[in-house]
């Protein structure tokens, strides 16, 4: 193994083209621009919303916040990390089956499940009314049952689509961790329990953060599931200073807010961990020799992957499927194919282009890790991901109407020609605000992969002559392949989600499958909205079990 | 892996060229008008394909729910948008108060529809009218047990009362009328005192207060005129029918200043690319023509004096006492409006 001493001393020797840090700083500046557009509008409030919020509704939308984000970030700590360890490190009945459908429930977009289950679990839902059945009640009033528009009902919800972040990394990290410590482990006389506790879940530690950051700042921005459930978040809070109080301002400053609490969330978690560097050594690629589960302990294994499964996938999947039955016609619509087909293309450009921009970011930090400016820069393009996609719209719109009017003015007065809106209103525009959204994302699972690639390669391969393109061509890419295919395929799965920035800021009469699912649900048409669901889960299961096979040949395909 | 990653880059160009081959299709200079609207689309679909089957005008919409007001704004003399529509006053007196509003100057649209719902500089045109009025329940409310907004906050209902959260544009206009009438210390009180009233935490959209009145969790409930003509003739969705047979319908305050009225309105943008067709579609939209496809589809009142409401309207609901209130006031009193729901934890 690699030490980082020697890695330092040999970095110096290595010459560096200007190129590489150039383009590293574009793209940081690019993605942070919308970023600093809301923080821009926070210094220009209409009034000073504070005062009224602090003696009002701020107390419930903290502690609503908190509460959601604590009671997420278990559950999915929970659902995640147990599965994952259960389904690499242990072998029971069904193993192989849910190493793959553990991700499914990621590709449900969370207010589709979030109207999903308001639908079978409220008073005339088929449970309810099952219940009333059985045993003679009447009315409401004659019997307690929880009720699923709450904060524990958004909790629950917000779990089960996002757990899969959690999972995703842990496992990677429990796939690549060494073998021999394991087994060294195992001759000390741990039990799989203490080994668990002891060994796997210390070095995974720094993966398990990861995701968990990932599905806390989806919970921040979520607006589409606490809206629905009324829970009073911070982002209601920001909905309303925006549109019933005229005040952008005041709810940019909320959401600047917001997204402070992610940098002091990421940067205590950063302190608190030991700074130890791991670098892949040959031994990872030797057979896992996993621990076999049999009687109860198989069950119980089971059992604790099937719930995530089965309430995060499976129910709601059959149900949206009954509903899409009724409306087969609609497959056919060309409007539906037109929806379709701008998801598809919107979202696969969009995994690319973040893929690539994740990538340029990540070497040139590799090739020049002295630059602290450019570290900087590339963790707060990060931020977009914990701003709502609303406010993350407005962001795009600011800078992108900026560009094109001072153009149009520049070239009006100059050749008397009007180049009018060349960027916004346009599906590049939409593009942007995805890349700006999931860069996060992306860069998150492919910095963890080249952190993993011992520099003494990038040495041997200069000091055979290859310039810095060649040797990220010919050296980094197939290492970290797995990285880059898992950023491709998380990122395709989230756009094909997106809402709120897509309502915003796309073009005359255009749809993708996620806002004329919405437009439909919202109305509460479930059923016409159920075909586009549908489609919705169906192409983002493609890229799931891709995925999973992805992660499984990082070990066994050699 | 080199490999996937070129031919990955190619694609994405392709990807990219196809997407700007999308922008090229919509900002032609063809005879069309296009809209920025908060009202959901296909509320207003019939309309506009009635209005390009009769003028040959293309209409073309981006339909958000927020963030629009924004764009016109941020984009400026460049904006493609000619027309706002919204479904409540909020945004259109929003966007007057911004300066992106161009007076309307149409004699058609000014005998169209009455002052009342018209901006007094000419900025915004209401186009439908509906009412926010009390649904109570067939089985366990008499008639006239209840006859105004005030009467809500009679400690008699209490644990009995259902509605949307009070942050909704609906709610505020309401709450927003109240201070007008009242003034905002008695508004507010009022307000606090259906707090007292209401039988869950604030959910949901108002068919769904009317569905829990049906399901017997609420036995009073607040909701917009025009979703009761939706429900009972649902047909896709048979058990809102049901929903809509449980209920009597109540207009509040018939004895004094009338029920709280808003508006689905229009508006043309300052610097309008298409300015004439935008006129042209108003005034389509105000046309006896119009307005009846809007009380036949959408169950909505007609703004313009003389049009015979829906068949469905005439049988439930009848004549009834509309406020005539300055909806410009109203709207302005929407901010404090928020702010009230804040401090009397109406939401919470």
């Not at chain 1, 700074?275 to 892949?280: L, N, V």
């Not at chain 1, 004329?516 to 192409?539: H, N």
């Not at chain 2, 606090?192 to 569905?211: T, W």
């Not at chain 2, 009846?292 to 309207?313: H, K, T």
Request: with cysteine; proline share 4%; charged share 20%.
């Amino acid at each position: 193994m690699q030490t980082s001493a020697s890695f330092r001393a040999h970095r110096t020797s290595i010459r560096l083209p200007s190129g590489w840090t150039t383009t590293g700083w574009v793209v940081a500046l690019l993605v942070i621009l919308p970023i600093a557009a809301v923080v821009w509008l926070a210094f220009n409030p209409i009034e000073n919303i504070w005062p009224h919020l602090a003696s009002t509704v701020l107390p419930v939308y903290l502690q609503t916040t908190l509460l959601l984000l604590l009671g997420v970030g278990l559950l999915s700590l929970i659902f995640g990390v147990s599965s994952a360890w259960l389904v690499t490190l242990c072998h029971f009945p069904g193993r192989a089956l849910f190493e793959w459908a553990l991700l499914l429930p990621f590709a449900i977009p969370a207010y589709v499940i979030a109207y999903i289950y308001t639908d079978l679990l409220e008073y005339a839902g088929p449970l309810q009314s099952a219940l009333r059945e059985l045993f003679g009640w009447k009315t409401a009033r004659d019997y307690s049952f929880p009720e699923i528009r709450s904060l524990g009902g958004a909790i629950l919800m917000l779990s089960l689509v996002l757990y899969p972040y959690v999972y995703l990394l842990a496992r990677s990290s429990f796939l690549e961790q060494s073998v021999n410590i394991r087994d060294a482990s195992r001759t000390l006389g741990c039990t799989p329990w203490q080994s668990f506790w002891r060994i796997s879940l210390p070095i995974a530690r720094p993966s398990i953060a990861v995701g968990l950051a990932l599905v806390a700042m989806e919970t921040l921005n979520d607006f589409g599931t606490v809206d629905f459930f009324a829970v009073k978040s911070l982002s209601a809070g920001i909905y309303d200073a925006w549109l019933n109080m005229s005040n952008l301002g005041a709810a940019a400053q909320i959401a600047t807010l917001m997204m402070l609490f992610v940098v002091l969330l990421i940067w205590l978690e950063r302190r608190g961990r030991a700074r130890a560097k791991q670098f892949s050594g040959a031994d990872r690629f030797k057979q896992i020799e996993r621990y076999r589960l049999e009687g109860l302990r198989g069950v119980l294994a089971f059992a604790a992957c099937l719930v995530p499964v089965l309430f995060g996938f499976l129910i709601p999947f059959v149900e949206l499927a009954t509903m899409a039955m009724n409306h087969l016609d609609q497959f056919s619509d060309s409007r539906f194919i037109k929806q379709a087909g701008n998801s598809l293309l919107l979202s696969g450009s969009a995994a690319l282009l973040a893929a690539a921009l994740a990538l340029v970011l990540a070497y040139s930090q590799r090739l020049k890790p002295e630059l602290k400016g450019l570290r900087v820069a590339a963790k707060l393009a990060h931020l977009g991901y914990a701003l709502p996609g609303a406010v993350l719209a407005i962001g795009v719109i600011i800078p992108f109407a900026a560009f094109d009017n001072t153009l149009d003015g520049w070239m009006r007065d100059n050749f008397d020609i009007s180049t009018g809106l060349l960027l916004s209103g346009t599906p590049f525009a939409i593009l942007f605000a995805y890349l700006v959204r999931f860069l996060a994302v992306s860069s998150g699972s492919i910095e963890a992969s080249m952190a993993k690639v011992t520099p003494s390669m990038d040495m041997a391969s200069r000091s055979l002559g290859a310039n810095t393109v060649k040797t990220l061509r010919r050296v980094h890419l197939p290492l970290i392949k797995g990285g880059l295919l898992t950023a491709l395929l998380v990122v395709f799965v989230d756009c094909m989600k997106e809402l709120p920035a897509t309502l915003i800021l796309r073009p005359f009469n255009f749809d993708t499958l996620a806002t004329a699912v919405y437009q439909f649900a919202s109305d509460e048409k479930l059923e016409t909205a159920a075909p586009g669901a549908l489609l919705i889960v169906l192409v983002g299961i493609v890229p799931v079990i891709l995925l999973s096979r992805t992660i499984t040949a990082t070990r066994d395909a050699r | 892996m080199t490999l996937i990653l070129n031919s990955a880059f190619r694609l994405s160009i392709t990807f990219s060229a196809l997407a700007s081959s999308l922008v090229a299709s919509q900002a032609s200079l063809a005879d069309e008008v296009n809209i920025y609207s908060y009202r959901q689309e296909f509320l207003i679909r019939p309309l506009l394909d009635a209005f390009t089957e009769k003028t040959g005008v293309d209409v073309n919409v981006v339909y958000s729910s927020k963030g629009l007001l924004e764009r016109i704004e941020n984009e400026g003399r460049n904006t493609p948008a000619d027309i706002l529509l919204t479904s409540d006053i909020g945004p259109l007196q929003d966007a007057k108060d911004r300066n992106l509003l161009a007076s309307i100057d149409s004699a058609a649209i000014n005998a169209n529809v009455p002052a009342q719902y018209r901006d007094e500089d000419g900025r915004w045109v209401g186009l439908t009218a509906r009412s926010r009025i009390i649904y109570t329940s067939k089985d366990r409310v008499a008639q006239g047990e209840i006859t105004s907004y005030e009467d809500l906050a009679d400690p008699k209902w209490a644990g009995r009362i259902c509605t949307r959260s009070g942050k909704h544009s609906y709610n505020l206009s309401l709450i927003g009328s109240m201070i007008e009438h009242k003034g905002a210390a008695e508004a507010e009180a009022w307000l606090a005192a259906v707090k007292e009233n209401l039988a869950r935490k604030p959910q949901g959209n108002d068919r769904a207060q009317v569905k829990a009145v049906k399901e017997g969790q609420c036995d009073v409930a607040l909701g917009n005129s025009y979703y009761f003509g939706a429900m009972l003739t649902n047909e896709k969705e048979p058990e809102q029918k049901e929903w809509a047979q449980s209920v009597n319908l109540l207009f509040p305050n018939q004895d004094d200043r009338g029920a709280h009225m808003n508006i689905s309105g229009a508006a043309i943008t300052a610097n309008a690319p298409n300015p004439e067709q935008a006129q042209q579609l108003l005034e389509f939209l105000t046309s006896e023509e119009a307005q009846r496809i809007y009380a036949e589809v959408n169950y909505e009142f007609p703004v313009r004096e003389g049009i015979a409401r829906s068949a469905l309207i005439n049988e439930y609901m009848g004549e009834f006492k509309a406020d005539s209130v300055s909806l410009t006031r109203v709207a302005a009193n929407r901010a404090e409006a928020s702010r009230m729901v804040d401090r009397v934890g109406f939401d919470n």
